[in-house]
C-alpha cells in the first residue's frame, strides 16, 4: 500500500499544529497550575486584557518605584532609566527585592556611587488619579523600607 505524499503533507502538517497549540497550553496553564512558566512572556500570555475598570476619582498604582539611601543619608535614584529596564523587567525587580532575594539586592547595590553603601532600599508607590481630564499624579508613598546590613547586603 503505497504512502500518498499528500496524505503524509497533512499528517506532519497536523502534527506541528498540535505539538504548538500543546505548548502554548503548557504556556498558558502553567501559572495556574504553579509552574515557572508563562510568568515572564508578557505581552504574549499572563496579561490582563480584561482587567476591571476605574471611575472618575479613583487612585491607580501604575507601578513602584525604587529608590536607595546610603549610609550618610543621601538618597540614590534607582528610576527605570538608571537600572536600564523596561517596564516589566522594573516591576519583576521591585517584587523580588521585596521578597528578599539577595540577587536583585546585589543588582541594586551596582547603581550606587563609587565608596558609598547602600543603608536601605525603598520601594514605593508611584499613584495617579484617574479623572474626566485625564490621570493626575498623586503623592507617592513609602510602601516598603528594606534595610541593609553595613556590607550593603541583607539584614
Known amino acids: 500500500m503505497p504512502i500518498d505524499a499528500a496524505a503524509a503533507y497533512r499528517v506532519l502538517v497536523s502534527i506541528f499544529v498540535g505539538f504548538v497549540l500543546i505548548l502554548q497550553m503548557v504556556v498558558s496553564l502553567g501559572p495556574v497550575f504553579g509552574l515557572e512558566i508563562g510568568t515572564r512572556f508578557w505581552p504574549i500570555v499572563n496579561y490582563a486584557m480584561y482587567s476591571r475598570s476605574f471611575e472618575d476619582g479613583d487612585t491607580v498604582e501604575i507601578y513602584r518605584i525604587l529608590d536607595g539611601v546610603t549610609e550618610n543619608g543621601e538618597k540614590v535614584e534607582l528610576s527605570m532609566d538608571v537600572v536600564g529596564m523596561h517596564l516589566w523587567q522594573y516591576?519583576?525587580?521591585?517584587?523580588?527585592?521585596?521578597?528578599?532575594?539577595?540577587?536583585?539586592?546585589?543588582?541594586?547595590?551596582?547603581?550606587v556611587p563609587a565608596g558609598q553603601k547602600l543603608q536601605e532600599i525603598r520601594i514605593m508607590s508611584f499613584p495617579i488619579a484617574v479623572t474626566r481630564d485625564g490621570p493626575i499624579e498623586q503623592e507617592s508613598q513609602v510602601l516598603a523600607i528594606i534595610p541593609l546590613s553595613k556590607s550593603g547586603s541583607l539584614k
Not at 523580588?96 to 540577587?103: A, H, I, P, S, Y
Request: charged letters at 40%; zero cysteines; aromatic letters at 10%.
Open 91 to 111: 516591576r519583576d525587580l521591585g517584587r523580588d527585592l521585596e521578597n528578599g532575594n539577595r540577587d536583585a539586592i546585589e543588582f541594586v547595590a551596582t547603581f
